[in-house]
Each structure stands twice: as structure tokens, then as C-alpha cells.
């Protein structure tokens, strides 16, 4: 009966949320817990009678005889953009209905219904993507698909009473400043991570007696809490940033960027130089053999040759590194290093949710904008045939 069991466990987990968690909270104000509102009651008419239909659609693409496989994987996928617009419509248009008859101060936020809804369709979809093994233009089309989706939702009025969407438009000028800060701090960690990283993926893989070593330091930054490589920060580098006063003209210091960059640059060392050794090491010894009996050079087989080979594991390293920068530099705020960060301890501190929301979620699309793009470089990079 069942032909896709992660289409099925999704539809489950979805229908089980409806049913028993809130789809959107309506509040008296902005720092009080709001009353619990249901998707039936929040939903109109034909916005509850557009959602069945969506899960008919997908039910069918999940049971194994109706549809051939492929139709049915391209249903799933075409459902989920749907699924997007009507979660994202169907909460905006409840705030604004709710909202015209409560005081000027009441406040609606998303429920976990909304956010059940929002990651069923993305992981449908992800699912449906893999299964019908599109290449990276495919996966480009349908990822800008989505993302017009959301522009459209959230370029007009539609989402502008929801709680989130008002700390946005009071905090809107900090916003854009917390959103260069937190790209910048990420820019500012990479660069340096990729120059000292790639030099030692080379280094491990041409001398087999430092390898070891270096792989046993580079676990030990890993394994350290990032919160208390910031503390470890603080006095060395505020004693020099008072030793050497050009040093300390330019920002280094014991709190704000020097920090969160030097800690971020240790945490992206490993999956760097792990990823090169091992994109270097894949090299098959038959395309090296092939390379030195054409009379290429030692520096033209590492450029012309290995580099272009191990350039997938090298990318798919980077692709970790930027996720978990983007993940870390939230932990920096609290050093006063600026980004997303900065919004969601603030929020904490106020007992204000949406406030936390504004940094969070920011955070985690930006984390899955960079995983997408890098993905598609992986999978461009790769040799044809092998993708």
C-alpha cells in the first residue's frame, strides 16, 4: 500500500498537528503568552477545503499503485510550493482578521502547527529532489520557485500584522547593521580559515609523519565549547591589545570581533583540512601515473590534476564550515561581536519571543541558503558522469 514511507511518516506528523497543537497564538500584548488558536479555527473556507485537497494530492503521491513512481514523486514536489503559500497566506490573513477586532497592543505569532506545516513541505520536498535526482539547474529552478513564493508573501502587507513582522519594523535600520555585521563576521572567518586550512590539508597529505599530529590538535579546538574559547579569549588578547596600541586601534581587543573571528577560524580549521587531505588522498594513483607519463611538473599535477579532483570533498568541507559559522556567530554576540545574536540574547533578557524569532530565523535561513548554493557548486564541480 504505502509506496514512499517518508511521504507517509510526513503526511502523519502533519495531520497529527493539526489536530493537536496550535496553528497561531493571539496575545493581549507583547510580552504576555497568548491563547492557543487551533487551524480549523484560524483557517477560512476555502483555505481549509485548499489544504485537504493538498493532502488528497499527497496521499495519493504516497501509496504505491495509483500513480507510477516518478508521477508520483513529481506530485509530492509540486504540492509542496502550494503547501508554502497557503501556510504562509492562511496565518497572515487570520492576524489580520483577528487583529482588526482586538486592542492596539494584542500581538499573533506563529504557532507550532505553522512551523510543522513549513518544515513538512521542505522536507517533502528535499525528499522528492533526491528521489527524482535532478541536477543542479533543477534543484536551482525549483529553489527560486520557493523563494519567489516567499518574496510574494512577504513583499506586501500581507504578513505585516504578525508579531515578528512588527519587531522587524521597529528594529529595521538595527536589523540591515546586525545582518552586514553577521555576513561579515562569517566573510572574516572563512577567508582565513581556507588560507591556513588548504596549505595544511596539502601539508597532511604530502607528509604522512604530521599528520596524526596535526589532525590530534585540530580535534582539540573542535572539542572545545565555544562559549569558553570566547572566555579563554578575553585576557590574552586584551593584554595585547593594550601592548601593542596599533594593534588595539584596530579593534583587537578582549570582547567584540578579534574574538569571535580567532574562535570562529579554529572551528573551521578541521573540517577544512580533513576535507582536503581526504579530496587529495581519492586521487586515484592511475590519473597520477597518467599525469607524470605526460610530463607534467609536481606543481602542474597538483593544480591541473588533484585539485580539480578533490575539488567536491574540498567544497563539501566548506559547505560544513559555512553552515556552522553561520550557527556560531549567534554565540558571539555575547562578546559583543554584533549579528543575528544580538537580537536573539536581547529578546531572552526581555522575555520577548518574537524578539528571539528575529534573530533565529534570519540565522537559519541564511544557514540554508549557503547549504543549498554549496551543494549545487559540489555537485557542479564534480566530473561529468559522476554527478
Known amino acids: 500500500m504505502v509506496g514512499n514511507r517518508v511521504l507517509t511518516t510526513l503526511l502523519v506528523a502533519a495531520v497529527a498537528s493539526v489536530a493537536l497543537l496550535p496553528f497561531a497564538s493571539l496575545s493581549p500584548n507583547r510580552l504576555v503568552s497568548g491563547q492557543p488558536v487551533m487551524l480549523w479555527q484560524a483557517l477560512a ?8 485537497l493538498i493532502g488528497i494530492l499527497l496521499l495519493v503521491a504516497a501509496l504505491a499503485g495509483p500513480l507510477p513512481r516518478r508521477i508520483a514523486l513529481w506530485l509530492s514536489l509540486g504540492a509542496t510550493l502550494p503547501l508554502l503559500a497557503l501556510d504562509l497566506q492562511a496565518l497572515g490573513a487570520y492576524a489580520h482578521r ?5 486592542s492596539p497592543a494584542a500581538r499573533v505569532s506563529q504557532g507550532a502547527t505553522f512551523w510543522i506545516l513549513l518544515f513538512v513541505s521542505a522536507l517533502i520536498a528535499i525528499d522528492a529532489l533526491q528521489r527524482l535526482r535532478l541536477g ?9 520557485a520557493a523563494l519567489a513564493v516567499i518574496g510574494v508573501c512577504f513583499s506586501g502587507e500581507l504578513l505585516s500584522p504578525l508579531s515578528i513582522m512588527r519587531e522587524f519594523a521597529n528594529q529595521r535600520d538595527n536589523f540591515i547593521d546586525q545582518l552586514v555585521r553577521h555576513l561579515l563576521l562569517v566573510a572574516g572567518a572563512l577567508l582565513p580559515a581556507l588560507l591556513i586550512g588548504l596549505p595544511l590539508g596539502l601539508l597532511a597529505n604530502r607528509r604522512a609523519r604530521l599528520r596524526n599530529g596535526l589532525f590530534s590538535v585540530l580535534n582539540v579546538f573542535q572539542t572545545l565549547p565555544s562559549i569558553a574559547v570566547f572566555g579563554l579569549l ?16 584596530l579593534g583587537v581587543s578582549g570582547i567584540g570581533v578579534a574574538p569571535a573571528i580567532i574562535a570562529l577560524v579554529l572551528y573551521s580549521l578541521l573540517p577544512i583540512v580533513r576535507n582536503t587531505y581526504s579530496g587529495l588522498a581519492g586521487v586515484s594513483t592511475g590519473a597520477l601515473e597518467a599525469a607524470r607519463g605526460m610530463g607534467m611538473t609536481p606543481r602542474q599535477i597538483l593544480w591541473r590534476v588533484e585539485i580539480p579532483l578533490a575539488l567536491p570533498v574540498i567544497l563539501s568541507g566548506l559547505r560544513i ?13 555575547l562578546i559583543g561581536a554584533g549579528g543575528f545574536g544580538a537580537f536573539i540574547f536581547q529578546g531572552l533578557g526581555q522575555y520577548a519571543i518574537d524578539l528571539v524569532l528575529l534573530g533565529a530565523i534570519p540565522t537559519i535561513v541564511l544557514a540554508v541558503i549557503a547549504d543549498f548554493a554549496l551543494q549545487i557548486l559540489v555537485s557542479l564541480s564534480r566530473p561529468s558522469g559522476t554527478r
Open 136 to 144: 543542479p539547474s533543477g534543484r536551482a529552478l525549483y529553489g527560486v
Open 321 to 333: 564550515v559555512t553552515v556552522q559559522a553561520i550557527g556560531l556567530v549567534v554565540v558571539a554576540a
Open 234 to 249: 578575553i585576557a590574552p588578547l586584551s593584554a595585547l591589545g593594550r601592548a601593542v596600541p596599533w594593534l588595539g586601534e
Open 45 to 52: 473556507g476555502w483555505q481549509f477545503a485548499t489544504l485537504a
Open 98 to 102: 483577528a487583529l482588526a477586532e482586538a
